[in-house]
T-cell receptor
Framework: AQSVAQPEDQVNVAEGNPLTVKCTYSVSGNPYLFWYVQYPNRGLQFLLKYITGDNLVKGSYGFEAEFNKSQTSFHLKKPSALVSDSALYFCAVRAHITSNTGKLIFGQGTTLQVKP | NAGVTQTPKFQVLKTGQSMTLQCAQDMNHEYMSWYRQDPGMGLRLIHYSVGAGITDQGEVPNGYNVSRSTTEDFPLRLLSAAPSQTSVYFC???????????????FGEGSWLTVV
C-alpha cells in the first residue's frame, strides 16, 4: 500500500536559517511526489513536484526538494527561512502506475514555525 | 483565473440534514476529486472522477455521493449529515498532460463544515 510519512509534527527555525521539512514515502514503482503549503483558513497551494529527471527540484517561494530513491525520501528545503514561510506543509505521493492523477496519498502535515 | 471554486466556504448543519458542496473548475481538467482534512490526518480522498459521467470511490466514501454531469462541475452531496462529517472539504482538479501544470493537482479554498 502507498503511504507517506512526515516524521515531525512541527519544525522550528530562526529567520535567516536554513530549513528542512522531512518526507519519506512508500510506493510501488516510480513515484510522483508533491509538496503543498497551507496557510490558516486557506486551501492548499502547490509548491513543487518531482515526476522524473533531475533529483533536485526547484519550486515556488525559493523552496526546493531533493528526491532520493535509495532512501525513499523527498525532503523540502529552503536556504534562508522567512517568518512568512510559517504554515502547514504537506507531502503527497502518487504511484506512476496509477492512471488517475486525482488520487494522492498525503502525509499528516508538518507545521513550520519561523521565529524572527 | 478562477481555478477551482468551492461554495459555500462555511456551513453549519444539523444532524440528519442533507446538503451539497459545489465545486467548479475552469481549466478544462479531466480529473476532479474531493478530499476531507482532519487534524493530524492529512487529507483523505472521498470520491474522484476521471471525466464527465465517470466517478469512483476513494478512501472514505461512506455518507457521500458525487456526480459528474459536466467537465466543469463536481458536486459533493452529504446524504444525512453526522457529527463525524465535521471537517474541512477540498475539491481538486488536474490533467495528465506534460509540462509544468501537467499532473499537478490544484485545490480549491476549502469548505468548512460543522455538523451539530
Amino acid at each position: 500500500a502507498q503511504s507517506v510519512a512526515q516524521p515531525e509534527d512541527q519544525v522550528n527555525v530562526a529567520e535567516g536559517n536554513p530549513l528542512t521539512v522531512k518526507c519519506t514515502y512508500s510506493v510501488s514503482g516510480n513515484p510522483y511526489l508533491f509538496w503543498y503549503v497551507q496557510y490558516p483558513n486557506r486551501g492548499l497551494q502547490f509548491l513543487l513536484k518531482y515526476i522524473t529527471g533531475d533529483n533536485l527540484v526547484k519550486g515556488s517561494y525559493g523552496f526546493e526538494a531533493e528526491f532520493n530513491k535509495s532512501q525513499t525520501s523527498f525532503h523540502l528545503k529552503k536556504p534562508s527561512a522567512l517568518v512568512s514561510d510559517s504554515a502547514l506543509y504537506f507531502c503527497a505521493v502518487r504511484a506512476h502506475i496509477t492512471s488517475n492523477t486525482g488520487k494522492l496519498i498525503f502525509g499528516q502535515g508538518t507545521t513550520l514555525q519561523v521565529k524572527p | 483565473n478562477a481555478g477551482v471554486t468551492q461554495t459555500p466556504k462555511f456551513q453549519v448543519l444539523k444532524t440528519g440534514q442533507s446538503m451539497t458542496l459545489q465545486c467548479a473548475q475552469d481549466m478544462n481538467h479531466e480529473y476532479m476529486s474531493w478530499y476531507r482534512q482532519d487534524p493530524g490526518m492529512g487529507l483523505r480522498l472521498i470520491h474522484y472522477s476521471v471525466g464527465a459521467g465517470i466517478t469512483d470511490q476513494g478512501e472514505v466514501p461512506n455518507g457521500y455521493n458525487v456526480s459528474r454531469s459536466t467537465t466543469e462541475d463536481f458536486p459533493l452531496r452529504l446524504l444525512s449529515a453526522a457529527p463525524s462529517q465535521t471537517s474541512v472539504y477540498f475539491c481538486a482538479s488536474s490533467y495528465s498532460g506534460r509540462g509544468i501544470t501537467g499532473n499537478t493537482i490544484y485545490f480549491g479554498e476549502g469548505s468548512w463544515l460543522t455538523v451539530v
